[in-house]
């Protein structure tokens, strides 16, 4: 499996800085939002998620913060390393309902 | 656990023939996804089971396509007959009962149509 060249926005930063990924969602009625890794050959991998009551939850090296007001959801990913090369998908979804629609995905290529 | 298996990992085929793809949730989750990745449309949903139930199946793009879970631990994807527009990567993915916090993905299939 793999994310098959997708034309996707790309966003190129030097090891060590810090990243942020932004994505817009679409569904006013979502409350729940996931943020997920895919690298190349794989599967997408969960990251983190974020329920709308929040603006912010932390993560090891990863931030998510919503902006409910937008619809705007964004992902900061601290000291990026080499191994965060990866397509990034945001996904939301309405609580309790297992369907979960996903972003277009943001490819993240990190400079030496 | 092994995760979500899927088989086959890659898949050529000739346009009109039918295809099967194969996927093993994680033991014990009681929901099942499949997903399919293509250059044009990133990843559709295009169908999911609950208990073995099919609950939403409007991603599916047309007749030719359709999937069946037997029984807990298993589900098939068939497309019959294949065409080069279904040419994409086909995800299969499970959640527990928790919810669709940590959705698992499988590896893939890589399906070409010739």
């Known amino acids: 499996g793999e994310s098959v060249g997708l034309h996707l926005p790309t966003l190129s930063v030097q090891e060590g800085d810090n990243s942020i990924i932004n994505c817009a969602y679409s569904n006013s009625a979502s409350d729940y939002f996931i943020w997920y890794k895919q690298e190349s050959g794989k599967g997408p991998q969960f990251i983190i998620d974020i329920r709308s009551n929040m603006d912010k939850r932390q993560g090891q090296r990863v931030t998510v913060l919503l902006n409910k007001t937008v619809k705007h959801l964004s992902l900061q990913i601290a000291a990026t390393q080499p191994g965060d090369s990866a397509v990034y998908f945001c996904?939301?979804?309405?609580?309790?309902?297992?369907?979960?629609?996903f972003g277009k995905g943001t490819r993240l290529h990190i400079l030496p | 656990d092994a995760g979500v298996i899927q088989s086959p990992r890659h898949e050529v085929t000739e346009m009109g023939q039918e295809v099967t793809l194969r996927c093993k949730p994680i033991s014990g989750h009681n929901s099942l996804f499949w997903y399919r990745q293509t250059m044009m449309r990133g990843l559709e949903l295009l169908i999911y089971?609950?208990?073995?139930?099919?609950?939403?199946d409007s991603g599916m793009p047309e007749d030719r396509f359709s999937a069946k879970m037997p029984n807990a631990s298993f589900s098939t994807l068939k497309i019959q007959p294949s065409e080069p527009r279904d040419s994409a990567v086909y995800f299969c993915?499970?959640?527990?009962?928790?919810?669709?916090?940590?959705?698992?993905f499988g590896p893939g299939t890589r399906l070409t149509v010739t």
């Open positions: 089971f609950n208990n073995n139930v099919p609950i939403d």
């Open positions: 993915a499970s959640i527990g009962a928790g919810g669709p916090y940590e959705q698992y």
């Open positions: 996904a939301e979804n309405v609580w309790r309902d297992d369907k979960i629609i």
